[in-house]
């Protein structure tokens, strides 16, 4: 039950630390496209 729990948390810290830079390259390309104008 316990190894079931971790799995799912490293999962879980996998999609949330994918999404962390997903958004952080979003936002430097936002600040790019800004600066440009």
Do not use: H, W
Request: avoid cysteine.
């Amino acid at each position: 039950m316990r190894k079931k729990n971790n799995r799912a948390l490293n999962k879980t810290y996998k999609v949330m630390s994918s999404v962390k830079v997903l958004s952080a390259e979003a936002t430097n390309n936002i600040i790019l496209l800004a600066s440009q104008i």
